[in-house]
């Protein structure tokens, strides 16, 4: 399995490799550096390789050909049988395809618009308007895999760690504001109005990661909400993100990790990307954030819209609202045991 780009998109990926590992010995799954934590917790992975391909992202490295045979000769010494590439709509399968076929894969699938030649057995065509989850798992479909009888079909990750000793025992709500792609976080200001109306109501942590650490700092300093930014890897973050009872975020990896561990999401969603594509998958959710502002379907990376309207027109008591609600529609549905949410066993 294939999947070369951010730890959202190789979320997004879960149902298609569980859909594969029913009805294989072993799973190897190829991802690029962004993806690598992503990859180590889904069900159904038993090894992951790493490599940073040079056609993948807006700063790829140069093409390297000694790190293409190195990458060939790693690959070749898994014995793999089959390959399914799995790619979003605008990009293409065929050089990963190419360097599968010159490892010695027999056979490969993937999504492809362009004539695929030799390096492709099934050309697989993607239907419109699909998300991204449903596109991969489609493609797994026509592959010959089908999901276990008892899968659930949503997002999964590897059971998250206990972080009593990080959020302690009384209920919370998390807002993350950062993203790896700045068009779609929103604005400090906005993430400010957004957690200080949440504290008026709820108990709020403020994630991040690594590198967002004096975003988090300045949101928590500002508002009297708890910083967790930097405390903890992706797996952690997971431990987080189970046990709050709703998630405010933009559309980035930890929204969609939260759907991975069954905790409704208010998605922050900036149009740059369709959001029928990128929405938070298989968990209730509430889309906020103008989907009509110019910027709409440009991928841009950063906003091109002065004073990043999609995000900012968004108010707190908007967010308020959109929490309250999901909260009210959790507690009317059976609770499931945190260890088991979102995970297949």
């Known amino acids: 399995m294939v999947r070369l780009d951010s730890a959202g998109d190789v979320l997004l990926a879960g149902p298609a490799v569980r859909a594969v590992a029913a009805s294989s010995s072993h799973v190897t799954f190829l991802c690029g550096p962004q993806g690598a934590a992503a990859a180590r917790l889904l069900p159904g992975v038993d090894r992951v ?51 599968l076929r ?61 972080v009593r000793d990080l959020v302690g025992d009384e209920p919370y709500v998390v807002v993350h504001p950062g993203a790896a792609v700045p068009a779609r976080a929103p604005g400090v200001d906005t993430a400010v109005e957004i957690t200080a109306a949440l504290r008026e109501h709820h108990r709020v942590l403020v994630t991040g990661g690594p590198d967002e650490t004096a975003l988090t700092a300045a949101i928590a300093r ?57 929405a938070p998958y298989g968990v209730a959710s509430v889309l906020l954030g103008d989907q009509r502002a110019p910027c709409a379907d440009t991928r841009a990376r950063t906003c091109p819209v002065p004073g990043h309207p999609c995000l900012s027109s968004i108010r707190g008591a908007d967010v308020v ?14 609770t499931t045991p945190l260890t088991n949410r979102g995970v297949i066993a």
Do not use: C, K, M
Not at 135 to 145: C, F, S, T, V
Not at 321 to 334: G, H, I, K, N
């Open 49 to 99: 390789i790493v490599w940073d391909a040079p056609w993948v992202g807006l700063e790829p490295p140069p093409v390297r050909p000694a790190e293409v045979e190195t990458l060939v000769e790693t690959l070749a010494v898994e014995y793999l049988d089959r390959a399914l590439v799995l790619t979003s709509f605008h990009q293409s399968p065929l050089p990963t395809a190419l360097v």
């Open 321 to 334: 609202t959109a929490v309250d609600s999901l909260l009210s529609r959790v507690e009317q549905r059976p």
């Open 102 to 162: 010159l490892a010695g894969i027999g056979w490969i699938g993937a999504d492809s618009v362009d004539y695929p030649g030799a390096l492709l057995d099934l050309r697989h065509q993607r239907g419109p308007h699909r998300h991204e989850a449903d596109a991969a798992l489609d493609l797994a479909r026509d592959a010959g895999y089908a999901p276990r009888a008892d899968d659930p079909g949503g997002l999964a990750v590897l059971p998250p760690p206990d």
């Open 222 to 278: 500002r508002t009297g909400a708890e910083d967790l930014g930097g405390r903890t890897g992706l797996h952690g973050l997971a431990g987080i993100l189970a046990g709050a009872g709703a998630v405010v975020a933009g559309n980035t990896g930890p929204a969609h990790l939260a759907a991975a561990v069954g905790t409704p999401v208010v998605s922050l969603f900036a149009p740059v990307v369709p959001a029928e594509r990128w």
